[in-house]
């Protein structure tokens, strides 16, 4: 992709959403992906780039309780994974998490499953995310409200909103997460971004499957080094004048 200032897009706004880089999804963890620990340099580079342009980070993560109908042994699909309190569901130590970052967490009720993102409840924490959704009642507090509320805002000035998808598992959590950012999310002022090199799936044929559906529904691919490289420009001045 070209990076010259005429094909640069120009936002008001960015986000980052880092979905579930938790220790059972990397390498030697109960539901790992391939190399899914390879995502963690190209995210926390894109993430570092999102708090130098004033943009928001948010991690998601699972967080299930011991007994769930999400897993095999209860009626479920996957072995045990990410349950609450444990290693497993730590976020990865290589994953770089500054103070100003929000943290999301989902599948934390017996019978959700957990798998998007956009659904997930900010964790109590002093951030800006937090600040924007505080009114909400707590289980209302969660990652598509904030978008929606960003997303309002910044049309409201006359600037689109950027959000930037990456994280584990292509096929699955991260997909669901940006379905609904595509669905819910007016397009004409908002771009979803599903950063290729920051993605990792279960099965890499579903997982392009997945991407090429959000290609369809609106979104937008690009590499960690084009978006760096200059392909996006975040031109705040709108929303500090």
């Avoid at 130098?52 to 980070?57: A, D, F, K």
């Avoid at 978008?147 to 049309?155: A, H, T």
């Avoid at 669905?183 to 290729?196: A, F, G, N, Q, Y």
């Amino acid at each position: 992709m070209k990076t010259s200032k005429e094909t640069s897009r120009i936002y008001g706004e960015v986000v980052a959403i880092n979905v579930d880089l938790q220790n059972d999804f990397c390498p030697g963890g109960s539901l790992a992906v391939e190399d899914g620990d390879r995502v963690i340099e190209p995210i926390n580079r894109l993430s570092a780039w999102v708090r130098e342009h004033g943009g928001m980070v948010v991690d998601t993560a699972d967080e299930h309780p011991k007994v769930t109908n999400h897993f095999a042994e209860y009626g479920g699909t996957w072995p045990v994974h990410c349950v609450v309190d444990t290693p497993g569901a730590a976020l990865h130590r290589n994953l770089t998490i500054e103070p100003s970052d929000a943290l999301a967490r989902k599948g934390v009720a017996p019978n959700d499953a957990g798998y998007s993102g956009y659904d997930a409840v900010l964790k109590p924490r002093a951030t800006v995310p937090n600040d924007i959704v505080s009114d909400l009642p707590e289980e209302e507090q969660t990652v598509g409200r904030f978008l929606e509320r960003v997303v309002r805002v910044n049309r409201s000035l006359g600037s689109r909103t950027l959000i930037l998808l990456t994280g584990l598992a292509g096929d699955y959590c991260v997909s669901a997460t940006g379905r609904p950012i595509l669905e819910k999310l007016p397009s004409e002022w908002t771009d979803l971004i599903w950063v290729s090199d920051a993605i990792r799936s279960v099965n890499q044929e579903n997982g392009e499957i997945e991407k090429q559906a959000s290609i369809e529904a609106g979104a937008l691919v690009m590499t960690t080094e084009e978006i760096l490289a200059g392909g996006i420009v975040i031109d705040r001045g709108r929303l500090e004048n």
